[in-house]
T-cell receptor
Framework: QKEVEQNSGPLSVPEGAIASLNCTYSDRGSQSFFWYRQYSGKSPELIMSIYSNGDKEDGRFTAQLNKASQYVSLLIRDSQPSDSATYLCAVIPRSTLTFGKGTMLLVSP | ETGVTQSPTHLIKTRGQQVTLRCSSQSGHNTVSWYQQALGQGPQFIFQYYREEENGRGNFPPRFSGLQFPNYSSELNVNALELDDSALYLC??????????????FGEGSRLTVL
């Protein structure tokens, strides 16, 4: 079982819709969770971090964490074509930041 | 722009050769982590350096080695290159070791092709 699992996609949504990206992790002791965005040919950049159960909102982005279900999600409201990228879920299970494979999001105009 | 610079940006090597990749961390950051990202995969942790000492290592063989210098810049060395070493190598700096923060600032990477 991989430590961090994501559906590789692509996830296709029309402009203005809500994009929902999901991630599960295997280590119950994980305490820190992150979403990075990676545009094609570029390096990852941090967009959200979440540490406790519940929702955390930042502009059009909402991160959701459910530790009992070992599940993290990222919602993007009012999706824009500029949101088209690969979204990487990352977790600190011990002392290293472990990434999933990423989900490719395509937002069509 | 994260302030993290890597060199070279692209390079081609042949099997069995050795390669050195370089990274300058963001000002004020004392921790550097190296990741390998194969095509279509997420970044895989190689190792981390904190104040010039290796402070964590992923599942990579000993032919992957590194250094951190007093100015916190870093090198990644790979010996006896194999075809599977072809990947994007990402350097990331942070204010503290990964146990304390997952906020990494990545450079643009060095794309290595092994023929």
């Amino acid at each position: 079982q991989k430590e961090v699992e994501q559906n590789s996609g692509p996830l296709s949504v029309p402009e203005g819709a809500i994009a929902s990206l999901n991630c599960t992790y295997s280590d119950r002791g994980s305490q820190s969770f992150f979403w990075y965005r990676q545009y094609s040919g570029k390096s990852p950049e941090l967009i959200m971090s979440i540490y406790s159960n519940g929702d955390k909102e930042d502009g059009r982005f909402t991160a959701q964490l459910n530790k009992a279900s070992q599940y993290v999600s990222l919602l993007i409201r009012d999706s824009q074509p500029s949101d088209s990228a690969t979204y990487l879920c990352a977790v600190i299970p011990r002392s290293t930041l472990t990434f999933g494979k990423g989900t490719m999001l395509l937002v069509s105009p | 722009e994260t302030g993290v610079t890597q060199s070279p940006t692209h390079l081609i090597k042949t099997r069995g050769q050795q390669v050195t990749l370089r990274c300058s961390s963001q000002s004020g950051h004392n921790t550097v982590s190296w990741y390998q990202q194969a095509l279509g995969q997420g970044p895989q942790f190689i190792f981390q350096y904190y104040r010039e000492e290796e402070n964590g290592r992923g599942n990579f063989p000993p032919r992957f080695s590194g250094l951190q210098f007093p100015n916190y810049s870093s090198e990644l060395n790979v010996n006896a290159l194999e075809l599977d070493d072809s990947a994007l190598y990402l350097c990331a700096s942070s204010l503290a070791p990964l146990a304390n923060t997952g906020e990494l600032f990545f450079g643009e990477g060095s794309r290595l092709t092994v023929l």
